[in-house]
Structures are given as C-alpha cells and as structure tokens.
C-alpha cells in the first residue's frame, strides 16, 4: 500500500500571519484540527500504515508543494476542517472532491461512510465537487498529484456539531482511519500514476467535444481526471494562465491540460463515464473578458434566475416571489449587470436563507450598513427598495455614471465612485474577505452553466 498524507487545514503562515481558521467559542479551527488530526495519525500507525502528518507550520501552497515532492503513484492525501457559517442551526460533515471525477467522488463517499459509522450523530452533507465551494475550486483537490480529498468534519459554529468535535474526537479519529485505510487499498489496487509514464501502459484514451461536436484528437484519462490537449485551448482562442495552479502533463510528446481547470477560463465542462466523453462548451453568448465587470448587460431571462434560486434553496420564492423580477428590472435601469447583482444577492443571503444579524424583513439583500450604524444593518420597506439600494451601492463602487433612480442607499455617499469597476475588486471593500469578488463569480459561472450561457 503507498502511504497517507494527511494535513489539518489552517495553522501556518499566511503573508507572515499565523492562520487560526474559525475563531468560535475560545477555540479555533486549527486547534481542533491539529488535535483530531494527531489521533488519526497515531491510529494509522498502530495500524502499520505508513502515514505522513504535514507540517503545521505550512500555508496551503507551502502545504501541497511538500507533499507533491514526497508523493508517489500509490498515495493519497487529506486534508481536515471544521466549518463555520453565519447561521449556527447549519452542520454536518462534506467531503470535497475535484469535479468531473468519478473515481474520486466514490472515495468521497468512501470515507464518509467511515466517519458516520463511527460518530453517526454527525450529519452527512454528502460528497461533494469542489465546484460547489464558495470560490468554485479547492487547491487541495486540484494541484495535489497524488489522488486528494478536502474533508469538512462539522461546523464549529453549530453547538452540537462542536460539542463531538471536541467530546468525540477519539470516534471521530478512528472513523476517519477507517475511510483513510480503504481509500488507500482502493488505490493501491491499481490508479493510475499522477504522470504518464513514457513507455508501456499508460493513460486510457477519452473522447472529446466541442460545442456538440466529436473533435478530432483524443483526450486522456489520468488518474481518473480527464485531459485535454492544449492545442485545443489554443484554437478556442483561450490564453492559459502561466500559473503553478494550471496541472499540465506531457504524454506521448502531447501537451495536456486538466479539463477542470478549463472552468476558471469560462468553459463549460462536463464528464461522462459511461461513453468515455468529456464534453466542452464555450461561451456563447457572453465574452469572457466581460464576466467579471460590473456595469453591462444580464444575460439571463427572470425564469433561469428563479430556477437557479430554487435549485439551490427549494422555498427561497415564499417570502420574495418577485425578486428577480426585481432584480432584472432595477439593475436595467441603472445599467448594473444583473446577473452579478443576484449573484451577490445569494451570496450574502445564502440564497435568501439569511440567519446572520439581518434578517428578512429588513430587506437587505447585500449587507448593507446604515448611517446609525445599527448592527443589524440597513432596513428598507419594500422588496424592491432593498433591490434598489443594492444596486445603487454597486453602481457607486463600480463607475462614476450618475443614478437614474432616486437615492435610498444610505451610504452611497460615503464610497468612492468608481473604485471597483470589477468583481475581484470588491474584495476588501465591500467585504474583508479578499476573496469575496471570486466567490460571486463562481456562482456566476454556476448561473450561467444552469441556464445552458456557458
């Protein structure tokens, strides 16, 4: 069997800071992760499994570059959390995997069921594609070689969830060494190397298209991850990032690039197992270099913007049947994209669950203060007035356009106009969280795959 990387996320340095993760209850995420993460590692060895802690000292670069110059064909790596959420009623466990993987979200699976087995008072969040993370990818899952998970114990902001976390550690360690064993059995027992190897058996060919139609070069299968050659990149027209976070292999003197990573540069990418396709779409109807600005045109119809709520809140229309409606009408008049604003909408509200300190009635869809500075925020008296407010925060941040409206977002005066023309620059402005204009593109790019733009 090969060995066990296995790393408790947060703890090191980030930009000379130490990175404590969640800060909940006087205690923190990395804390309790270093703690669970050296029971699970003296479980392993007990069990004459060759295991490997990451040091804790390392950032997450630092974190897969180490364990990338010591993995081999046979091993795999974890990654542990605790998560943490603005609404204390949400718990439960997740497994992340890299989307479009079959083969790793059966291992997902795999060491879930471990983990309940032994602590089955944790709920299951099931396995999920790292997709459907916040920022829409997970470097953990991406740009390891070896065959790699990203597991979410619980949410340290749920009182039951942390009360086992802290009081279950044991169980928790021993269900994790459970999945940990049989996901490295299962690999052992024949994956494919993280390169292709330059002689003998190597990578089995897929099929691609492109736009519905069968290309004419053949992709790889490569640890159960499909790869497209980069001349096809080339011809789309598409630049590929000269960046560490593009995974690309050489096989048979053929430049690859993992097809997953074609998401970020606003293709569609989907994978099917059973007829050995992945499947790219480009963008039809949007240019990418557009995505990301601010002021423009949705591209949207009201009933893809109410689906994709429903998809992914099934009530979320009870209380706001016609907010985008709304939405699409006042973002129009101001020339603000809708698409971004909705987004931004269901990123702040969680997809208009709410549970932090607004709440519904106030009407405030985009944490926005007020000049008294309650600490609650903002409240407007209508649905549509909270639209407008908004809207019109966005159009101050993003250009120096006068309204069209009349004002009611109390703290327009107070941004510099123009600042953020784009979404990555909201980051740090209109949230502290520098990744914040990246996690509303993310559910952009997921809004427009759903609607068939992307």
């Not at 920022?135 to 969830?161: H, K, M, W, Y």
Request: glycine fraction near 8%; charged fraction near 20%.
């Amino acid at each position: 069997m090969g060995r066990i990387f296995i790393s408790a996320g947060h703890g090191g340095l980030t930009r000379g800071v130490q990175d404590p993760g969640a800060m909940v209850a006087e205690t923190t995420e990395a804390r309790e992760m270093i703690l669970t993460r050296d029971l699970i590692v003296t479980e392993l060895r007990l069990r004459n499994l060759d295991v490997l802690a990451v040091p804790d000292d390392l950032n997450l670069t630092q974190t897969i570059d180490w364990i990338n110059v010591r993995a081999t064909r046979e091993d795999v790596a974890l990654e542990i959390h605790a998560d943490a959420f603005s609404n204390p009623t949400v718990r439960g466990a997740s497994v992340f995997y890299i989307a479009n993987n079959d083969d790793r979200k059966a291992h997902g699976d795999l060491l879930l069921l471990a983990l309940l087995r032994r602590v089955p008072q944790l709920l299951s969040r099931g396995a999920r594609p790292d997709t459907a993370t916040g920022v829409g990818r997970l470097a953990f899952c991406r740009q390891i070689a070896a065959p790699s998970l990203l597991l979410e114990i619980g949410f340290l902001t749920n009182p039951d969830d942390r009360f086992i976390i802290q009081t279950r550690r044991r169980d928790i360690a021993l269900g994790i060494a459970d999945g940990l064993s049989s996901w490295s059995r299962a690999i052992s027992g024949g994956s494919l190397p993280p390169s292709p190897p330059t002689s003998g058996t190597g990578p089995s060919e897929i099929v691609i298209t492109v736009n519905g139609q069968f290309h004419d070069e053949k992709g790889i299968l490569l640890n159960g991850n499909p790869y497209v050659p980069v001349d096809l990149i080339d011809s789309l027209g598409i630049e590929i990032p000269r960046t560490g976070q593009v995974r690309l292999v050489n096989y048979r003197s053929i430049v690859y690039i993992k097809a997953i990573e074609l998401r970020d540069l606003n293709l569609s990418v989907t994978w099917d197992n059973n007829n050995r396709t992945v499947s790219l779409r480009s963008i039809l109807k949007i240019y990418p270099a557009m995505l990301d600005q601010i002021m423009g045109r949705g591209q949207t119809s009201e009933v893809q913007l109410m689906m994709f709520l429903k998809t992914n809140h099934e009530s979320s229309l009870a209380q706001f049947p016609d907010i985008a409606k709304l939405y699409r009408e006042e973002a129009g008049m101001e020339g603000v994209n809708y698409d971004i604003a909705f987004c931004q909408m269901c990123v702040e509200t969680t997809f208009l669950r709410f549970g932090g300190d607004v709440k519904p009635s106030q009407n405030n869809f985009a944490s926005l203060g007020s000049i008294e500075g309650e600490p609650t925020g903002a409240t407007f008296a209508s649905t549509r007035l909270g639209v407008r407010a908004h809207i019109q925060h966005l159009k101050a941040y993003a250009t120096k356009e006068p309204l069209v409206q009349e004002l009611v977002d109390p703290r327009f005066r107070f941004i510099t106009r123009g600042i953020a023309p784009q979404l990555e620059q909201l980051g740090g402005r209109w949230s502290a969280d520098m990744e914040y204009g990246s996690r509303i593109l993310a559910l952009v790019r997921r809004l427009y795959e759903s609607s068939g733009l992307l």
